[in-house]
């Protein structure tokens, strides 16, 4: 007999994600706000206390349907991610052997029908999916502005063993 394997809770009955998020990590939900002649989401309010640090440098990416960004992590850049558009996954893994979350991974799908701000701290090494048929276009609202003479940007293969995560391509 054909067995399967039983899926695991992904949401209360209240609609909301069953995620145990990395140390730090922060994802807030943010609702379309749907008006007869227009919509609006709010992108970032410092009143939701997610992340005192400062915006001071804000950059669109575009990433091609089926295409993975690498691993990369900042030393010292807390990233906070919002999806414009398109349909993404955002994987996260805690490399920080300090942390009490040490070694966890964590799998976020994020599209424009469910929009959130991801904020991933420092030490944190993530990667991206465009998952969706078209482009995915998203914003991060950094801590620290760009420093092209010296980035503060760690790019780690795809395929490496350190990481317990394998994206299937699609």
């Not at 010292?76 to 991610?81: A, E, F, H, L, P």
Request: with cysteine; proline share 9%; glycine share 6%.
């Amino acid at each position: 007999m054909l067995e399967g394997t039983k899926q695991i809770q992904t949401a209360t009955p209240d609609g909301k994600l069953v995620l145990d998020l990395i140390e730090g990590v922060q994802l807030r939900d943010a609702p379309t706000i749907v008006e007869y002649d227009s919509e609006v989401c709010e992108i970032y309010d410092p009143a939701w206390g997610l992340s005192d640090l400062p915006i001071v440098y804000v950059y669109q990416s575009l990433v091609r349907p089926g295409r993975i960004k690498s691993w990369v992590y900042h030393k010292i850049q807390t990233d906070r991610i919002f999806l414009l558009s398109g349909a993404m996954r955002f994987v996260l893994y805690d490399r920080r052997p300090d942390s009490p979350s040490f070694g966890r991974v964590n799998d976020i799908a994020l599209t424009e029908r469910n929009r959130a701000l991801l904020v991933i701290p420092p030490g944190i090494v993530h990667a991206t999916q465009n998952v969706g048929t078209g482009d995915a276009i998203f914003i991060n609202l950094p801590s620290e502005p760009y420093n092209h003479a010296d980035p503060d940007r760690y790019n780690i293969p795809l395929d490496t063993p350190e990481i317990p995560f394998r994206f299937e391509r699609r």
